[in-house]
T-cell receptor, first 113, second 114 residues
């Protein structure tokens, strides 16, 4: 079945550590996105990529980094510069056409310990 | 900037009764509007979208939404609620051309009581 796979489902980070969240899709979608979800704040856009080897900052990119070396993969690194990283992280993708029906992964819950 | 507002943090409704989850929008130009649903610890699932055409949009699981340009609203509705409809609902609007992303509202938790 086609879809988006996010791993791990749960992730614990120590203070000062960088961690990387995986997002893989087999939908042949061009554009991929990372959102952060906090209670009562909805989803906020971190980074997005419309084609391979290209990505743009979203609204809350500080303390995060991404890469897009392959069409299928869009990993997100949460760096030690992100002061409040505890949140639910969602990856999404859409086809290359003008279609905004996002397909979402099932998310990664990151907790700082 | 494009934005959507969901004025209710939570909506409670009895099973079998009609439900409405409210959303208002603020955009420049023609709005592209969406509703998504999220079950606990899961990603979001697409319910329906309004691009152009009929003001009443039908979507998945018996949901529909009414686009009202004069009131800048896009409320989600269902004639008869089910307990299984209990979830978190998000309204979203397309960003301006060039960014090609969605901006989401803060979400409304729907609780359907048996």
């Amino acid at each position: 079945d086609g879809g988006i796979t996010q791993s791990p489902k749960y992730l614990f980070r120590k203070e000062g550590q960088n961690v990387t969240l995986s997002c893989e899709q087999n939908l042949n979608h061009d554009a991929m996105y990372w959102y952060r979800q906090d209670p009562g704040q909805g989803l906020r856009l971190i980074y997005y990529s419309q084609i391979v080897n290209d990505f743009q900052k979203g609204d809350i990119a500080e303390g995060y980094s991404v890469s897009r070396e392959k069409k299928e993969s869009f990993p997100l690194t949460v760096t030690s510069a992100q002061k409040n990283p505890t949140a639910f992280y969602l990856c999404a993708s859409i086809p290359g056409t003008n279609n905004y029906g996002y397909t979402f992964g099932s998310g990664t819950r990151l907790t700082v310990v | 900037a494009q934005s959507v507002a969901q004025p209710e943090d939570q909506v409670n409704v009895a099973e079998g009764n009609p439900l409405t989850v409210k959303c208002t929008y603020s955009v420049s130009g023609n709005p592209y509007l969406f509703w998504y649903v999220q079950y606990p610890n899961r990603g979001l699932q697409f319910l329906l979208k309004y691009i152009t055409g009929d003001n009443l949009v039908k979507g998945s699981y018996g949901f529909e939404a009414e686009f009202n340009k004069s009131q800048t609203s896009f409320h989600l509705k269902k004639p008869s609620a089910l307990v299984s409809d209990s979830a978190l609902y998000f309204c979203a609007v397309r960003d301006p051309p060039g960014r090609r992303a969605l901006t989401f509202g803060s979400g409304t938790r729907l609780q359907v009581q048996p």
